[in-house]
């Protein structure tokens, strides 16, 4: 007995090319989706990572204030927030976005626990040192303009994106 000739059979040959062109584009799906799947994964750790060193400091402050409670009723920054208003205009990725508002927020980090009073009385220079300085992601460095400033037991800032144009 010997293997009968397929190679010469044309419905053979096109039944095996489309074998291995379909096993080839299943291929091609699959890496696709995968990159996918796998960006969003890389994205949401190193969100998680940033919030959760955040969070170990502020657990870090509330003990220190806990230890030092004055049963004072003073308003005190208990947290800050960053709002971009150019969110969608400057299409940076969400990771690229997150990291600049926790740069910013490590640049305001000494404000919580200050009485509101002293906060709001040196507003101009809070505004003045997040304007001038540069946050770095992704190779790209970034200004932040600040258009707003709510002051109560939040902080929040309103804040525009503007790249720093090369010069």
Same mark, same amino acid.
């Given at each position: 007995? @010997?293997?009968?000739?397929?190679? @010469?059979?044309?419905?053979?040959?096109? %039944?095996?090319?489309?074998?291995?062109?379909?096993?080839?584009?299943?291929?091609?799906?699959?890496?696709?989706?995968? &990159?996918?799947?796998?960006?969003?994964?890389?994205?949401?750790? &190193?969100?998680?990572?940033?919030?959760?060193?955040?969070?170990?400091?502020?657990?870090?402050?509330?003990?220190?204030?806990?230890? #030092?409670?004055?049963?004072?009723?003073? %308003?005190?920054?208990?947290?800050?927030?960053?709002? %971009?208003?150019?969110?969608?205009?400057?299409?940076?990725?969400?990771?690229?976005?997150?990291?600049?508002?926790?740069?910013?927020?490590? #640049?305001?980090?000494?404000?919580?626990?200050?009485?509101?009073?002293?906060?709001?009385?040196? @507003?101009?220079?809070?505004? @003045?040192?997040?304007?001038?300085?540069?946050?770095?992601?992704?190779?790209?460095?970034?200004?932040?303009?600040?258009?707003?400033?709510?002051?109560?037991?939040?902080?929040?800032?309103?804040?525009?994106?503007?790249?720093?144009?090369?010069?």
């Amino acid at each position: 007995m @010997r293997i009968p000739p397929y190679h @010469r059979r044309p419905g053979w040959q096109r %039944f095996l090319a489309g074998v291995i062109i379909g096993a080839l584009i299943g291929w091609c799906i699959f890496l696709y989706q995968f &990159g996918k799947v796998h960006e969003e994964m890389v994205v949401e750790l &190193g969100k998680n990572e940033l919030q959760i060193e955040q969070l170990e400091r502020n657990l870090e402050s509330l003990r220190e204030r806990e230890q #030092e409670e004055n049963n004072d009723d003073a %308003f005190i920054i208990e947290e800050i927030s960053i709002v %971009f208003e150019n969110e969608e205009e400057s299409r940076l990725s969400e990771l690229a976005l997150y990291d600049i508002e926790q740069q910013a927020t490590e #640049e305001l980090e000494h404000l919580l626990d200050e009485d509101l009073e002293n906060v709001a009385e040196n @507003r101009e220079l809070l505004v @003045r040192t997040i304007e001038n300085k540069r946050y770095s992601s992704n190779d790209y460095e970034y200004n932040l303009i600040v258009h707003q400033i709510t002051l109560f037991r939040t902080l929040e800032l309103h804040v525009e994106v503007v790249p720093v144009p090369d010069d």
